[in-house]
């Protein structure tokens, strides 16, 4: 069974960036898209950004367009999410998910199989 494992989370401020990564374990890691959602206090799990098995397709939410890059390195086993920037309103808990059953990454948060714990990102102003 898949695991997942965040981190790189911390607090930064504005205009600043960070890479958060996440680390996988349990099954081949080449044959799960992967995606980043974050979620802010009393607000829903949202789509951040999301990478196809082989990595040579990203997408991205129009918030972070232009400012976050998704990448899959599958020889490490690991997916990161490099964030320039950086606005307050990035802040929020950054989650990885893995999916193994679609070629073309979802949006959907109900669409992912495996969650990873969670990492804290904190732009202050």
């Known amino acids: 069974q898949v695991q997942l494992v965040e981190s790189g989370g911390g607090l930064v401020q504005a205009g600043g960036s960070l890479r958060l990564s996440c680390e996988t374990s349990g099954r081949t890691f080449s044959e799960y898209c992967m995606g980043w959602f974050r979620q802010a206090p009393g607000r829903d799990r949202d789509f951040v950004a999301a990478i196809t098995r082989g990595g040579g397709a990203s997408y991205y939410a129009d918030s972070v367009k232009g400012r976050f890059t998704i990448s899959k390195d599958n020889a490490k086993n690991t997916v990161y999410l490099q964030m320039n920037s950086l606005k307050p309103e990035d802040t929020a808990v950054y989650y990885c998910?893995?999916?193994?059953?679609?070629?073309?990454?979802?949006?959907?948060?109900?669409?992912?199989?495996?969650w990873g714990q969670g990492t804290q990102v904190t732009v202050s102003s």
């Open positions: 998910a893995a999916d193994e059953h679609r070629l073309t990454p979802s949006i959907r948060s109900a669409d992912y199989d495996r």
